[in-house]
């Protein structure tokens, strides 16, 4: 197979029926070999930290469908490690970039609060969901870009914002009420969205390693988290 992309945490190849196969690694994001979301860059490697995500990825993905939320997932091999996906282009990539990334806050910490600390306490309620992208860009630090400003530089129409804030919202609210039913609290996840078919579609994974969730207080780890979710 043809290697597209090398990934933080998954490689891409191309499938000779126009799929694409992406090939989930052990590596997460972090810092000073802390797991953290929010960071940009790989922090630590966690031994079966790929194969879990992409069990949790199938499980939220399949969640998903029953919702009739539309999304780029076709199957998986677990043992493999391997998940067989639509081709969907990355958004953002004419701006020098690897994509966006799109995050949902439903409560304040992280980088968040590393940006906005001044005016907010960490562990504050973010009412409704708070829903915010970045382009994937390690050089400019994973700029934050508003909808006004993918609009201007071309990467999407205001339409197509309001249509992947909406889905992100919904998909955020399947994924906590979820976690809900095994005590725990959802703080942020973030996602990617790519274009496939003229559409705004729900790219990449939904896996532990990008999100933040907590139980009692006290924040999960991936790997427990994942434990959590798939063997309840």
Known sequence: MKKLYQGKTKDVYELENGNVLLKF???CTGKDGVFDPGENAVG???EGIGKANLQTSVYYFEMLKAAGIKTHYVS???ENATMEVLNADCLGKAQGGNGLEVIC???ATG???RRYGEYIADGTPLEGGYVECTFKNDAKGDPLVTGEGLAALGVMSPAMFESMKEQTLKITKI???????IGLDLWDIKFEFGYHNGEVVLI???ASGNMRVYKDGVIV???ELTKLILNR
């Not at 994924?175 to 039913?181: E, R």
């Open 105 to 107: 806050r439903l409560v």
């Open 111 to 113: 980088s968040f609060i």
């Open 25 to 27: 690694k052990d590596d």
């Open 175 to 181: 994924v906590a009420d979820d976690l809900k039913t």
């Open 44 to 46: 630590l490697t966690i």
């Open 204 to 206: 990449d994974e939904i």
């Open 221 to 223: 780890a991936p790997v």
């Open 76 to 78: 998986a091999d677990v």
